[in-house]
């Protein structure tokens, strides 16, 4: 089945909170994009040079949000228009996967809406995560305990619009089930860098060729990565941060020697990242464990924090190991207690290979179709 507009087929279309940024809820996009290549994206904002270059050749329908060039460099400053923006984002299609981390499935459409959620707004549900400290305590943080409950209200209107909830790993599916009373069926999402594809060396990582340890994380508060990078001062290990975000600045400036970080690389810089490290630390609260999967796909490692999506991707003993708590000491017990471990690179790929896309795909399109055919019925 493909989405399109011709020869009598169902109009697929595909929602997105906002493409400003290369991340893994973007990598799903493209991917659901591939499975409908017909299909238009709806988002609130559109950067081109902030997100996936792929996107230059879909078709794509932006919010009045758009004409702000502030806004498309950060997102995060239109939190209160987005409600707004995505109310003048209506969908005319037989179906409409909304992809959602908060926002898409609020949708107007004139067919069917399945979606894809990544996690309820953790600005909401999560505030003190999201925003690294309690939120009473920060002129940000009492600005989103104000917009709160007006922007709770819109949350639960826009998910009861719904028709069928998809999300990305169990732990989600107990939020959702808690902030909508929504039981929702669990489809991982895949994996999003072919290891096959073409490889390029990153210049300022050329003479760490023969290894080191990787992250890879947007650099946010609940990500955890100052922890890790305080973890590595004074081991006689390297590591590796593949990233940006606010925290940037302040990360390159505390980092030891033995930790470089890097941002702003292509899939073809990450290729050669992943393929020349050691082992991937994973220490964030995720929704879904992507890197995991990511890192397994060149047969290397993950050491994770034991919570999140990361109890979905990582197979304790044959793709990675646990760690208890997201603190330095935690990372830095891991790092130690993994040098003398030996990992069967091809078990690690095995496993990935249950997270591949065209599994993704046969599943995601069956939930289409019978949503389709319900309609029809």
């Known amino acids: 089945m493909r989405g399109g507009s011709g020869g009598g087929r169902p109009r697929v279309a595909i929602a997105h909170d906002y493409l400003t940024q290369r991340g893994g809820a973007e990598r799903v996009v493209l991917s659901m994009l591939r499975a409908f290549p017909d299909a238009t994206i709806h988002t609130t904002l559109y950067d081109p040079e902030g997100t996936f270059p792929e996107f230059r050749d879909a078709r794509i329908v932006t919010s009045p949000l758009n004409r702000s060039t502030r806004l498309r460099h950060d997102h995060r400053l239109a939190l209160p228009l987005l409600p707004w923006a995505v109310s003048r984002l209506p969908v005319d299609a037989d179906l409409v996967i909304a992809s959602s981390s908060g926002w898409a499935h609020g949708v107007p459409t004139s067919g069917k809406k ?59 599916r107990d939020r959702v089930k808690e902030a909508y009373g929504i039981d929702a069926e669990v489809l991982p999402p ?161 496993h990935v290979d249950s997270f591949s896309e065209p599994h993704f795909h046969r599943r995601l399109v069956a939930a289409v179709e019978t949503l389709l055919t319900d309609d029809r019925a």
Request: contains cysteine; glycine residues 8%.
């Open 114 to 172: 399945l979606v894809y959620c990544h996690a309820p707004a953790r600005w909401l549900y999560q505030a003190d995560a999201y925003l690294g400290h309690p939120p009473r305590s920060s002129v940000t943080g009492r600005a989103l305990l104000a917009l709160s409950p007006p922007l709770l209200r819109w949350d639960r209107r826009a998910a009861a619009t719904a028709d069928r909830y998809l999300v990305n790993s169990t732990v989600v």
């Open 190 to 350: 895949p994996f999003g860098i072919d290891p096959h594809g073409p490889s390029e060396v990153v210049g300022e990582l050329a003479d760490w060729a023969d290894g080191y340890h990787l992250l890879v994380s947007r650099l946010l508060p609940y990500k955890n990565v100052a922890e890790a990078v305080r973890a590595f001062d004074g081991l006689d290990e390297r590591l590796v941060v593949v990233g940006h975000g606010p925290l940037e600045a302040e990360l390159r400036a505390t980092a030891p020697p033995n930790v470089r970080i890097v941002s702003g690389l292509v899939d073809a810089h990450l290729r050669w990242v992943y393929s020349h490290s050691t082992a991937l630390i994973a220490p964030s609260l995720e929704d879904f464990g992507l890197t995991p999967l990511e890192a397994g796909a060149f047969g290397r490692p993950t050491l994770a924090l034991h919570a999140g999506g990361y109890l979905d991707t990582v197979a304790p003993g044959v793709s990675g190991a646990f760690f208890a708590t997201p603190t330095a000491n935690d990372v830095r017990a891991a790092v130690a207690a993994n040098r003398n471990a030996e990992w069967d690179a091809e078990a690690i790929r095995s």
